[in-house]
């Protein structure tokens, strides 16, 4: 049978439509669709799209079950390593991961395993009956900080051997970055409450509003018997540019932006949190959360969005699929430009005037690239006199964050790298005993599923911490 | 769900209650702040700890109401249960090496004045508390002011009760008059703070001041909260939420604080009228 060089496509909402919305952009396969992309599956010996996955989902295995309708069975396969798999199935970056290493992908496009794997989830959540069993009890205490991608797959893996987990969740609301950082539109938050669900049927036991380092301490965890404890508290602080003006009225990290869209639910009418909507927005940074607050502007009634990013298009670091559904979109990328300044509003005859202090533009440089810097990337270098003025009303800043320091600053012996990141050893474990810490408090800003990937290599080690004791 | 324990009514526009949340009022120390949410859907809004309870569990808050989230805390009645509560958060109170201290308080910002107060007294610290109100009807605490204070000077701007003036008027009195505080600690209004900063300079007093910054999650996470501080004549900055909210008086940049404290002034403004009509409906 000769192969099908490209993957089934995955409907979409039409660009025109979506921009104005908040509902999901990808529409998901059809069974059919599905059975058809399962089949391009070349069942190769060598499964090198395994050892792509950080969390290692069998996937010839759980897509040989599609290719015969067996979706539950498939879903089994992929839940058995995978604690979040229709959270995996929308926001893997599959193309640098799992896909990138498929047979097909060295002559064709790989086969869509995103897609699969998004398949079989939600035709889990829509048509599975019953709910998922909490294994016999071992007794045995593990406390979680953070209900984050990190901290649920620590969660769930742990629940699975019988342990007696809690997951204490700073925000009122579970889920970490998958509630309050990713929008509606690329993650329902739905999907994430569903499969909090699960967990919770499993016995995983959730605490909101305790701020672990504040409300309770490391410490104190282990004093309340919890024989270890996993840190997976997330990215901290927001980084800013620290360029003048950063202080105006209109300017946004990405996380308040999207906490105040997402977590808040400010796009609502009837929302109780505001946020500035419509006008003009720059969001600056290229990574995918930089993409997500520009298109979440846009559905917010934004006129004009620009992506302001000093490096070119090769270099962008979101996923290809965002960069391409924010084009679409019609979000303007203004490449090879960096921010110099951001300029605001200023009556010299009123100083009561109610538009003082709100942004008016940013004003930023045009860049070339030139040598390779430490990172591989050519690095961009400013080009004198090239300074411009793009008109915002908003500026929104997403060039990363910094880890928290709200747990290393109240744990003892708990060491952390220079830039705050907590050291953690090949199994993640950190320098306390029975403390391990995995997602970004350790990487710093990285993706869902690398964060997956630390919570279960921890959970793994923290089994066989506690059965050695 | 947090259960309001008790209620109490301490102007027609301030409003004290005690919320059950006794691992917060285990932790809590003068200077940090809660945030809760009403109800589901509601906004997060940071409050200041203003006594806690141990037999009870109970961590008062005192808080005025300014807008509709506000405004809905204030429909709840004792008995009635609130949907989050989180904290304690930010650093507390700084007291170590303070034998003298004055502390200067502006309108609901003495609720947040108040621990402190009690706080240095409790240490030993000899206490001049200033508190100034807009009027007689707005005045709070009083008592609790007197009972923690070596000297207690209530003002009024309009002389409707106490001593006519604002507060910046004894504190510069008593600089002049050779008082020699280790620290001045004001929290208030940021226009108040402002002065009693300007009042304090000539006199080299350090000065503490209280931020009240808006914020979305209080945890370090979203960066809302930042509030520039000038340190060795370059702008830095700060979260309000782990760093603060105290900070040194003489670093902050007032003007900037203000402008952005009044960001969604039109939406808050709005949505305060909506649900006062909401109310009225009812």
């Not at chain 1, 893996?157 to 579970?174: C, N, P, S, W």
């Not at chain 1, 830039?419 to 710093?444: C, F, H, K, P």
């Not at chain 2, 503490?208 to 501080?229: A, E, H, K």
Request: net charge neutral; charged share 25%; glycine share 10%.
């Amino acid at each position: 049978m000769a192969i099908i060089p490209k993957k089934n496509a995955i409907p979409t909402q039409e660009p025109s439509v979506r921009a104005h919305n908040f509902n999901e952009v990808a529409l998901g396969y059809s069974p059919e669709v599905a059975i058809e992309e399962a089949k391009r599956c070349l069942n190769c010996k060598a499964q090198p799209c395994v050892a792509g996955c950080p969390v290692n989902v069998h996937i010839p295995e759980f897509i040989a079950k599609v290719k015969e309708g067996e979706f539950e069975e498939a879903y089994q396969i992929v839940n058995a390593t995978s604690s979040l798999p229709a959270v995996c199935g929308r926001v893997c970056p599959q193309e640098t991961q799992c896909e990138s290493k498929c047979t097909l992908a060295k002559k064709f496009e790989s086969v869509g395993i995103g897609r699969l794997e998004r398949f079989v989830a939600d035709w889990h959540n829509e048509h599975a009956t019953g709910k998922a069993r909490a294994p016999q009890s071992n007794g045995r205490k593990v406390a979680i900080v953070g209900s984050g991608p990190s901290g649920l797959t620590c969660a769930g893996d742990l629940a699975k051997k019988g342990y007696a987990v809690t997951v204490y969740e700073a925000l009122h609301k579970a889920g970490g970055v998958l509630i309050y950082g990713i929008p509606e539109f690329r993650l329902p938050k739905k999907i994430v409450a569903k499969e909090v669900e699960t967990l919770k049927e499993l016995g995983v036991e959730i605490a909101t509003n305790v701020v672990i380092g504040k409300t309770l301490t490391v410490d104190e965890l282990f004093e309340m018997g919890y024989e270890a404890v996993f840190i997976g508290s997330g990215a901290g602080l927001p980084n800013f540019m620290r360029i003048p003006g950063e202080s105006y009225k209109g300017v946004y990290s990405a996380n308040e932006f999207l906490t105040r869209s997402n977590l808040m639910a400010a796009y609502r009418d009837d929302a109780k949190t505001p946020i500035m909507k419509g006008g003009k927005f720059a969001v600056v940074g290229g990574g995918n959360v930089a993409m997500d607050a520009a298109r979440t502007a846009l559905r917010l009634g934004a006129e004009k969005v620009y992506i302001v990013y000093r490096r070119s298009m090769e270099e962008l670091p979101a996923r290809r699929e965002e960069v391409e559904h924010a084009q679409e979109e019609g979000i303007d990328f203004r490449l090879l430009c960096n921010p110099v300044e951001i300029l605001g509003y200023k009556n010299p005859d009123d100083p009561r005037d109610p538009k003082n202090g709100f942004v008016t533009a940013i004003r930023c440089v045009k860049m070339e690239l030139g040598e390779p810097d430490a990172s591989g990337r050519r690095r961009p270098v400013p080009i004198q006199g090239s300074e411009f003025d793009l008109d915002v009303d908003a500026v929104i800043i997403s060039i990363g964050t910094s880890p928290n320091p709200l747990i290393k600053s109240t744990t003892e012996g708990l060491e952390v790298n220079r830039w705050g990141g907590i050291i953690v050893n090949e199994d993640g474990l950190t320098s306390r005993e029975g403390v391990y810490a995995g997602g970004d408090a350790v990487t710093g800003a990285a993706t869902v599923i690398s964060a997956m990937g630390a919570g279960k290599v921890a959970a793994a080690a923290i089994d066989e911490f506690i059965r050695n004791k | 769900m947090y259960k309001i324990l008790t209620k109490k009514r301490l102007n027609p526009t301030v409003t004290q209650m005690e919320i059950e949340a006794p691992l917060v009022a285990k932790k809590a120390k003068p200077g940090q702040f809660i945030i809760l949410r009403v109800d589901e859907d509601g906004e997060r809004i940071p409050l200041t700890v203003a006594g806690c309870n141990q037999a009870t569990g109970g961590v008062k808050i005192i808080f005025q109401i300014v807008g509709a989230t506000t405004e809905a805390l204030n429909h709840k009645e004792a008995g009635d249960s609130i949907q989050d509560f989180v904290g304690p958060l930010g650093v507390p109170t700084r007291t170590d090496g303070v034998k003298k201290v004055c502390v200067v308080g502006g309108g609901v910002g003495c609720a947040i004045a108040m621990p402190v107060a009690q706080e240095f007294h409790r240490l030993g610290a000899d206490v001049t508390s200033i508190i100034g109100f807009r009027n007689k009807d707005l005045l709070i605490l009083e008592d609790e002011f007197r009972a923690c204070s070596n000297k207690l000077i209530v003002m009024t701007d309009d002389g409707s009760y106490a001593r006519h003036g604002n507060v910046t008027v004894p504190l510069k009195e008593a600089l002049e008059a050779g008082e020699k505080f280790d620290l001045i600690i004001t929290i208030g209004p940021l226009i108040m703070m402002k002065f009693v900063v300007a009042t304090a300079r000539p006199f080299g007093v350090p000065v503490t001041v209280s931020m009240n910054p808006i914020m979305v999650d209080g945890t370090g996470m979203c960066g809302g909260c930042r509030v520039t501080l000038i340190q060795d004549g370059k702008p830095t900055t700060k979260f309000a939420c782990v760093d603060g909210p105290d900070f040194n008086g003489y670093e902050i940049d007032f003007d900037e604080a203000m402008s952005r404290g009044r960001i969604y002034f039109d939406f808050e403004r709005r949505a305060h009228e909506e649900t006062c009509n909401l109310f009225k409906l009812q």
